[in-house]
């Protein structure tokens, strides 16, 4: 595995026009904050919860599946020394085939660019819907690093290595016209996923996840997803560190293989979800979808400010 890694670690840096376009359009379209001068202050990054680091991948910035909205409300919520991307932030797949950029994936990297601005380390690690990005490798955007793969070292000391993973992908290795094959019947299953998910939401109904549910059935039988977290634990392990963070699979996770902490953050797609360090090192996947429902669940507790009377008229004290 090792030896594959290395001998296609430089095989396709080929900066296409389109990418150009993209990565350009990005710098110089006009920040929707009009405020937002470099030297003003700034509320929004003094306020939410405080991380060490937050790890997110598989944006699919650039494609109709992409939940930029919910990542633009998570990103607010969470502020962070560390920021990784994981790979697969911008789909130049997706775009070169059809331009579509919504103010709201505008937004997102503005944001991003934003954090960069305001002290946070941002390291960009491309994957393969963004391998036009490794043709920039040790170079900056906006302050955004990028890196063909990172070393991350916690707060407890313990280095995980942080790579996109397609490099351990099979099909993608093999045959790229079978990952583009793919990638069209899994847009497909998006929109209707989103079809679907439309009914619900009228219907009532919490959002549920078509092309996840397909994705768990059919990889499952295929026994991909254990083959490749497997090989990555493995990779990392072989270089020395006690960890790995990947993505591509879009399938989060977080356990021990064969002594190696394996950590997958998942997706921006479906599953909406990140990996997170807290300040003293402890890591943690967060759901989206988990922290909206507690977050409604404490608004409803909300107006019930009164401490309720027990039987003999002391207050009870949760
Ligand atoms: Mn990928």
Redesign the pocket.
């Known amino acids: 595995m090792r030896a594959a890694f290395q001998a296609t670690g430089t095989a396709w840096l080929q900066p296409s026009a389109t990418a150009f376009r993209a990565a350009s359009g990005m710098l110089h379209t006009p920040d929707r904050d009009s405020h937002d001068h470099p030297d003003s202050p700034d509320k929004e990054d003094e306020s939410g919860q405080r991380l060490r680091t937050i790890f997110i ?2 944006i699919h910035l650039g494609t109709a599946g992409c939940q930029a909205e919910e990542l633009l409300e998570f990103l607010k919520t969470y502020r962070c020394d560390y920021l990784y991307l994981v ?2 932030i911008v789909d130049g797949w997706q775009l070169r085939r059809r331009w579509f950029w919504p103010q709201s994936h505008n937004d997102v990297v503005q944001k991003l660019l934003r954090r960069a601005r305001k002290g946070c380390k941002v390291i960009f690690v491309p ?3 963004d391998e036009f990005a490794r043709g920039f490798v040790g170079h900056q955007f906006g302050g955004i690093e990028v890196r063909e793969d990172a070393v991350h070292t916690t707060a407890d000391g313990r280095t995980l290595w942080v790579t ?3 490099y351990f ?1 099979g099909v ?1 290795q093999c045959a790229k016209w079978l990952a583009y094959l793919g990638d069209n019947a899994y847009e497909f299953t998006l929109k209707l996923n989103r079809y679907l998910n439309g009914l619900r939401a009228r219907l009532g109904l919490p959002y549920w996840s078509l092309s996840a549910y397909l994705k768990q059935k059919v990889k499952t039988a295929l026994n991909y997803v254990m083959d490749f977290e497997v090989a990555v634990a493995q990779e990392a392990r072989s270089r020395g560190h006690d960890g790995v963070v990947c ?3 879009h399938r989060a996770e977080m356990r021990d293989i064969q002594g190696t902490l394996y950590c997958n953050d998942g997706d921006w797609v479906e599953s909406r979800t990140a990996l997170v360090e807290h300040m003293d090192g402890r890591l943690e996947l967060l759901h989206w979808d988990t922290v909206c429902s507690a977050r409604t669940a404490n608004l409803a507790v909300a107006p019930e400010t009164v401490t309720p009377l027990s039987s003999n008229g002391s207050r009870i004290r949760s």
């Open positions: 991948s598989d790979g697969d994957g393969n819907h996109h993973g397609d992908d993608i993505g591509h699979i």
